[in-house]
Antibody, heavy 117, light 108 residues
Framework: QVQLLESGPGLVKPSETLSLTCSVS????????WSWLRQPPGKGLQWIGY???????KYKPSLKSRVTISVDTSKDQFSLRLTSVTAADTAVYYC???????????WGPGILVTVSS | SYALTQPPSVSVAPGETARITCGAN??????VHWYQQKPGQAPALVIY???DRPSGIPERFSGSNSGNTATLTISRVEAGDEADYYCQVWDSNNDDRVFGGGTKLTVL
């Protein structure tokens, strides 16, 4: 069974860049879409974007100007970069397998990223 | 952008039926997925493509979608069903994946 695990800084300063990595184990990264989603504290879910194992990407239109998602198949990892962050970007960030539907058990546990000086 | 409207909360007694709605203009023309999220956990898929259940999801969970409303129905509600529920669609006009605001199901 696939396992995902997010890693990265838990605190980012306003105007700086948020960078997270998702490590995939238990299954190949090949052949799948891989997504980032987030959930502000006490609020709902938001899809950020996905990367296909070939490297092609799709981003949420409202975040497109600030988001880059990339994949490193040699390391079974994919990554998120979000530039010019503000307090509104404070959230639990999840990585998940899939592009349109995200199956149970194919999510990471989530990582809380706080944007604060 | 495509907006999905869910009631903030639904309350039912154990053994009763809970219905959680997800509204949008002509939502019946697209496929709706439903997720259950318990505190501190990642979401779990309970219904996909309007009415299909992933393996391991009880038959008590069912879905429908027509007109301007999609509905997640939970029959014979149990205490363990208490959670937040989110609907989700693919917004084809904007190539976006959109979630509803979520509904907190309380089992009285």
């Amino acid at each position: 069974q696939v396992q995902l695990l997010e890693s990265g800084p838990g605190l980012v300063k306003p105007s700086e860049t948020l960078s997270l990595t998702c490590s995939v184990s238990g299954d190949s990264i090949d052949g799948y879409w891989w997504s980032w989603l987030r959930q502000p504290p006490g609020k709902g879910l938001q899809w950020i974007g996905y990367v296909y194992y070939t490297g092609s990407t799709k981003y949420k239109p409202s975040l497109k100007s600030r988001v880059t998602i990339s994949v490193d198949t040699s390391k079974d990892q994919f990554s998120l970069r979000l530039t010019s962050v503000t307090a509104a970007d404070t959230a639990v960030y999840y990585c998940a397998r899939g592009g349109d539907i995200w199956q149970t058990g194919a999510w990471g546990p989530g990582i809380l990223v706080t944007v604060s000086s | 952008s495509y907006a999905l409207t869910q009631p903030p909360s639904v309350s039912v007694a154990p053994g009763e039926t809970a219905r959680i709605t997800c509204g949008a203009n002509n939502i019946g023309g697209t496929s709706v997925h439903w997720y259950q999220q318990k505190p501190g956990q990642a979401p779990a898929l309970v219904i996909y493509y309007d009415r299909d259940r992933p393996s391991g999801i009880p038959e008590r969970f069912s879905g429908s979608n027509s007109g301007n409303t999609a509905t997640l129905t939970i029959s014979r509600v149990e205490a363990g069903d208490e959670a937040d529920y989110y609907c989700q669609v693919w917004d084809s006009n904007n190539d976006d994946r959109v979630f509803g605001g979520g509904t907190k199901l309380t089992v009285l």
